[in-house]
Each structure stands twice: as structure tokens, then as C-alpha cells.
């Protein structure tokens, strides 16, 4: 799935070489039963991509929506033991409507946590409070959920990377409905910050583009 991106002036010049790429692309999941867990991860809407057979092992290889990277399973894949792939990472924009999304389709989805300290531990359970982070701070809200054999996805919420996340000057959605949460965050900035000019800004797009991008890269936001 291509990218919804962002650029701003500096992205007009010739893009930078680079000397290769390395993108981690297929994760392997260890299951019992390859029809089991095939059910289970077409049932939450991810893409079967590929069902093949390879010697003595069949490959099935799914993709979640929006992501770059897929994960693959089946008879004879790995001799890792059925639900040991743990704390696997999917990033939503929105983790209240990725949690009622996955309980409408059935999956035994944990409620959503934050660190009771304010940090990011969403490794230790006793560390967890309930409920998004109180600030909705990016990274910081959590929920787990688990395949027929346990293999467990840890769910977690990002509205603004880390700075050295993202290519300096792009910034990259992964989905529409990414860039449609970071246009109505910058919608309603503007809209605050026509209120503090008392006036009508006829350049919104560039503010709202500035916006965007500042955000994504982990910059002062346009005041």
C-alpha cells in the first residue's frame, strides 16, 4: 500500500542518495493450526496476500491494513512453539475505534492502559492504569489482544512520531484516514490561531502544511 505524504519546500530539490535500505518487511508467527489462524486474522480484516505451498511447508502471508509489513505462518515454517511471538507492535492514530473495531469482529480485546507513572511501560501489568493517557500524549495508550494460539499484538497509539522517526522534510501516512486525523488536528489549531489574530488567514494551507509537518517531525508547532 503506498503512502500518503507530505512534503514541504525543501522536498522540491533532488532527494538525497542514500546507500540501501533496509526495511523490515515479513514477521513469522508461530501457530498450531495454519486454517485457525488464517480465519482468525482474515476475520479482523487483514489481506491474505499469498497461500503457497514450498516443499514440505504452505506459507500464508497476511498484511494489516495500512502497514508495510506483513507476517507469515503456516505448516513447517518455524520450530519456534505455537504463541510464543510476544508483544508484536501495531500503530493506530485512533486506539478507542481500533479497540471497537477488533470487538465488533469478535477478538477478546484487553480495555485500554496507560503507565500509572506517566512513562511508556507497557510491559509490566502492574504498572498499568485504565483507561487512554490522561494527556494523550503520542505513544502512551495502549491495549493487548491475542491470536487463537497467543501470540500477542500490543496496540498502541501515535498521533506525532519521534523526531528521528521520520526522513527529515516528508512526512508519511500510512492511510487516508492517518492524514484525516492530522488535518482536523490542524484544523482546529488554526482555528485557534485565526481567533488570536482576530482575522481570517487566507494562507491556511500553508499553515496547515507547516502544521503538519512541524508535528510529524517533532518540532515547534506555527503559533
Known sequence: MNSTQVHDEATTSAPTARGGDTKLEVVVIPVSDTDRAADFYNRIGWRLDADLVIGSARVLQFTPPGSQCSIIFGAGVTSSAPGTAQFLFLVVSDIEAARRDLVSKGVDASGIFHDAGGGYNFFDPDARASGPDPGRRSYASYLTFQ???????????????????????????????????????????????EKRIAATDPNWPDWYAAYIAAEQAGKELPG
Request: overall charge positive; charged content about 30%.
Open 147 to 193: 491470536d487463537p494460539d497467543g501470540n500477542k499484538w500490543l496496540v498502541q497509539e501515535i498521533t506525532t512520531r519521534f523526531a528521528g522517526r521520520i526522513e527529515p522534510n516528508r512526512t508519511t501516512f500510512d492511510s487516508a484516514r492517518d492524514l484525516a486525523g492530522a488535518l482536523r488536528r490542524a484544523a482546529a489549531a488554526h482555528g485557534n490561531y
